[in-house]
């Protein structure tokens, strides 16, 4: 394909907005419609760029002869419609994570796309494309330190959305731990246990916030993550793999280390779009490439039904303070 991949990115509020902004200097892509029942924010989104549509209907948007790929950065309820819609008319989708916010609707997507015939979907599980999980992924692969043995994660938000649920600091923010373990693994989950401290007085009333999820694969290695949305000093996001030789640990780099007079302080970035800005240009950049060349990169259809089911029984264990063992369908 010589001309430039017309994309249509459906919502434009923080990710959509941010992910318009890349792909106008994306090479290989440009912007052809830009969708969110706000127009007003889809306007300002698509301001100063060149031959957009703007539509108030996200599926209207899809039938824009222009359109030949779709970027949904929509709450998560509306992903399925927009997925299903974009795979019967055979365009590749790059989906914000999750896939889908519940296994059922996961796997009709996934289902959706194996009758298509052909791989359509990537999902937005950005870290992937990070240098430091890059550099932590080849360690474990060349077997430098021996058999993983366990992984214990932070995930730290400044402050949550005010639609964020106690379910959701599993499904929506450990969603990533989830997928990124799976990933370094190379290994399945099979259980999760999620014990909580009293909640931070810093969390909006009634919020479980912080919790402790503690997951278990099929390869016999232990992956504890804390979650803390609500932390309010900065965005922390923190893996060490412990070895049977050693151990490795990513995402300490400060975003700066500032020297002044008497001493020194290590700034910390405040959000995600600030620390994985690198790798979510990474990600749509491959997502381009691939997409102009009729295939797809990185994360998978199924990777985020999995990555649901998973969630699914994580937030079943925080309900009911039981392990829950994770059941994944047969793979189509
Ligand atoms: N990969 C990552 O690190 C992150 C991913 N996300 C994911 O990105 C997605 C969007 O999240 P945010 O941008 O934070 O939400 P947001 O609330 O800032 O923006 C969502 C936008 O979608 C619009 N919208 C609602 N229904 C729509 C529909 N049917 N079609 C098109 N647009 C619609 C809303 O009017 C709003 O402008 C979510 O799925 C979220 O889980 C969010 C933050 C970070
Ligand atoms: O995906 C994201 C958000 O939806 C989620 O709410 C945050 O906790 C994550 O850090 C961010 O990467």
């Known amino acids: 394909m010589s001309e430039p991949l017309g994309v249509a990115v459906l919502g434009a509020g923080h990710m959509g907005a941010d992910h318009v902004r890349r792909l106008a200097r994306t090479a290989g892509a440009r912007v052809a419609a830009v969708a969110d029942p706000d127009t007003g924010r889809a306007e300002q989104a698509a301001a100063g760029l060149d031959g957009v549509r703007v539509h108030a209907e996200a599926l209207a948007a899809l039938h824009q ?21 974009a795979v019967a008319r055979g365009l590749p989708v790059l989906c914000e994570k999750p896939l889908a916010p519940d296994p059922g609707a996961a796997l009709r997507v996934v ?27 080849a360690l474990l692969d060349a077997d430098e330190l021996g058999r993983s043995l366990m992984l214990h994660c932070r995930h730290r938000n400044v402050s949550s959305p005010p639609h964020f649920t ?12 989830i997928d990124a373990a799976r990933w370094l693994l190379g290994q399945e989950i099979t259980a999760v246990t999620v014990a909580r401290p009293r909640p931070s007085s810093g969390a909006p009333a009634g919020l479980l916030d912080p919790q402790l999820v503690l997951f278990e694969t099929d390869g016999g290695v232990l992956v504890d993550v804390e979650v803390f949305v609500n932390c309010g000093f900065g965005y922390e996001v923190t893996c060490e793999a412990v070895c049977e030789r050693g151990t ?66 994580g937030v079943r264990a925080l309900d009911s303070g039981e392990r829950v063992t994770v059941e994944l369908a047969e793979r189509p």
């Open 166 to 177: 106690s379910s959701m600091l599993i499904s929506s923010s450990v969603s990533h731990e």
């Open 111 to 137: 289902e959706a796309e194996a009758r298509a015939g052909r791989a359509l979907i990537q999902v937005g599980f950005m870290r992937r494309y990070d240098t430091a999980y890059r550099r932590l992924k």
């Open 248 to 313: 490795a640990r990513v995402g300490d780099e400060p975003a700066m280390v500032v020297r002044s007079k008497g001493g020194a302080r290590r700034e910390i970035a405040q959000d995600y779009l600030v620390r994985f800005a690198d790798a979510y240009d990474r990600e749509v950049r491959a997502w381009v490439r691939a997409a102009r060349a009729g295939r797809t990169a990185g994360p998978g259809a199924w990777d985020g039904y999995a990555a649901a089911a998973v969630a699914e029984a």
């Open 65 to 85: 002869p222009d359109v030949r790929a779709v970027l949904v950065a929509s709450p998560d309820a509306t992903h399925e419609e927009a997925l299903l819609a």
